[in-house]
């Protein structure tokens, strides 16, 4: 089975400062990476999914994250952070694509701090 | 553009009542799920349907939950009775999973906020 692990449950950052959210999986079989983010007292939405081919992948609103199979993490990060994008942000796992379960971690709020 | 819609954004009920929760997906998408997320954890998949079939609801506690999509398109979820533990956020999603053009990506409602007193 796999599992992610988000290891900061909290981050907070100045405006206009870079950031880096943490994304750990387990999983025995190749992967399929997500990160959704989720704003107050909405539903989720698609920040950029890893499925195949270059390890860096750029999603919506300026962020990134790489895919590092060797240390079996997907951190997403973005040069400079504003006010909006204060947010939960979850990273979640699939070992298939089709007919996968998507597995979310416990999620990181980021604060952005004027 | 197209949302998921869901329905009561928010819902207080007492132990041992009946509760249900609707879901009306993106038009076209074949895939829908129903997420439970308790506080300060990530959603948790209770069931998924592609079209009026179930995928899987391995997760979901059957003593007291039941989910339907009768005619493939729009969903109920019902809690009966409720306990204190499900109070959470009901969330549910759509896919083009099954249509031939999934692109990996679930559509999010809003959600059902559910406080059991």
């Known amino acids: 089975a796999q599992s992610v692990t988000q290891l900061d449950s909290q981050v907070p950052v100045f405006e206009e400062a870079p950031v880096e959210l943490r994304c750990n999986y387990s999983?025995?079989?190749?992967?399929?990476l997500f990160w959704y983010v989720q704003y107050p007292n909405q539903g989720l939405q698609l920040l950029l999914k890893y499925l195949s081919g270059s390890t860096l992948v750029k999603g919506i609103n300026g962020f990134e994250a790489e895919f590092n199979k060797s240390q079996t993490s997907f951190h997403l990060r973005k040069p400079s952070v504003h006010i909006s994008d204060t947010a939960e942000y979850f990273c979640?796992?699939?070992?298939?694509?089709?007919?996968?379960?998507?597995?979310f971690g416990t999620g990181t709020r980021l604060t952005i701090i004027p | 553009e197209a949302e998921v819609a869901q329905s009561p954004r928010y819902k207080i009920t007492e132990k041992s009542q009946a509760v249900a929760f609707w879901c009306d997906p993106i038009?076209?998408?074949?895939?829908l799920y129903w997420y439970r997320q308790i506080l300060g954890q990530g959603p948790e998949l209770l069931v998924q349907?592609?079209?009026?079939?179930?995928?899987?609801d391995s997760q979901l506690p059957k003593d007291r939950f039941s989910a339907e999509r009768l005619k493939g398109v729009d969903s109920t979820l019902k809690i009966q009775p409720a306990e204190l533990g499900d109070s959470a956020m009901y969330l549910c999603?759509?896919?083009?999973?099954?249509?031939?053009?999934?692109?990996?990506?679930?559509?999010f409602g809003e959600g059902s906020r559910l406080t059991v007193l």
């Open positions: 979640a796992v699939a070992r298939g694509f089709g007919n996968e379960k998507l597995t």
């Open positions: 349907f592609q079209d009026e079939s179930v995928v899987d």
């Open positions: 999983s025995s079989v190749s992967v399929y």
């Open positions: 038009s076209g998408h074949a895939t």
């Open positions: 999603a759509s896919s083009l999973l099954g249509s031939g053009r999934y692109t990996g990506e679930l559509f």
